[in-house]
């Protein structure tokens, strides 16, 4: 296994339209190893495919605590088909580097996806896990958490990642 780099705004490929997997090979199961590294390494709650430079529809989430086994949710060619009700999460992005910002998502999601062994699944989610899918899912289309912030926060965030740049 190994940890990838992971790709930071304002790097192109997170504007990319990942493209759906229509074969679970070796390389894509060693890249969700991978993956699976990095998040844990970062540490992250998910990461997506195209922070790493790879343009697979394809994402991650371990939300378990410090404290708890390890709980990975593999993603392939996921889709969001119900959401219901509105929160709001403070959240970070392993590709904005020191930012976290106040994001508008549903509150619960259903999604359908393949698990790494290509079986599909349907899970139903709430809270920090339905967050976690939204802002993921939101990677594989090119879209990120500035997309959901008004200009003064958005000009904020770009003040926070100059700063962390230089520091
Ligand atoms: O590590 C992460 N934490 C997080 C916290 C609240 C809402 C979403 C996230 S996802 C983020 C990792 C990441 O950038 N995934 O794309
Ligand atoms: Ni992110």
Same mark, same amino acid.
């Given at each position: 296994?190994?940890i990838?780099p992971?790709?930071?705004?304002?790097?192109?490929?997170?504007?990319?339209?990942?493209?759906p997997?229509?074969?679970? *090979?070796? %390389?894509?199961l060693?890249?969700?190893?991978?993956? !699976?590294?990095?998040m844990?390494?970062? @540490?992250?709650?998910g990461? #997506?495919?195209?922070?790493v430079?790879v343009l697979?529809?394809?994402?991650?989430?371990?939300i378990a605590?410090?404290d708890?086994?390890?709980?990975?949710?593999?993603?392939?060619?996921p889709?969001i088909?119900?959401?219901e009700?509105?929160?709001?999460?403070?959240?970070?992005c392993l590709?904005?580097p020191?930012?976290?910002? *106040?994001? %508008?998502?549903?509150?619960?999601?259903?999604?359908? !996806?393949l698990?790494?062994?290509?079986t @599909?699944?349907?899970?139903? #989610?709430?809270?920090l896990?339905?967050?976690?899918?939204?802002?993921?899912?939101e990677?594989?289309d090119?879209?990120?958490?500035?997309?959901?912030l008004?200009?003064?926060?958005?000009?904020?965030?770009?003040r926070?990642?100059?700063k962390?740049?230089?520091?």
């Amino acid at each position: 296994m190994a940890i990838l780099p992971i790709r930071v705004f304002p790097d192109p490929v997170l504007r990319e339209r990942a493209k759906p997997v229509d074969q679970i *090979t070796p %390389e894509l199961l060693r890249l969700i190893d991978d993956m !699976a590294e990095t998040m844990y390494a970062a @540490p992250g709650v998910g990461l #997506a495919a195209n922070q790493v430079g790879v343009l697979h529809r394809v994402f991650i989430i371990d939300i378990a605590s410090e404290d708890e086994p390890s709980d990975l949710h593999v993603f392939i060619n996921p889709q969001i088909v119900h959401r219901e009700g509105e929160l709001t999460w403070n959240e970070g992005c392993l590709s904005f580097p020191g930012v976290s910002e *106040t994001v %508008e998502r549903s509150a619960k999601v259903r999604v359908q !996806a393949l698990d790494r062994t290509g079986t @599909p699944f349907e899970l139903e #989610a709430e809270g920090l896990l339905a967050v976690a899918i939204q802002h993921e899912n939101e990677h594989l289309d090119g879209e990120l958490m500035i997309d959901h912030l008004g200009p003064v926060r958005r000009r904020l965030v770009q003040r926070q990642l100059a700063k962390h740049r230089s520091r």
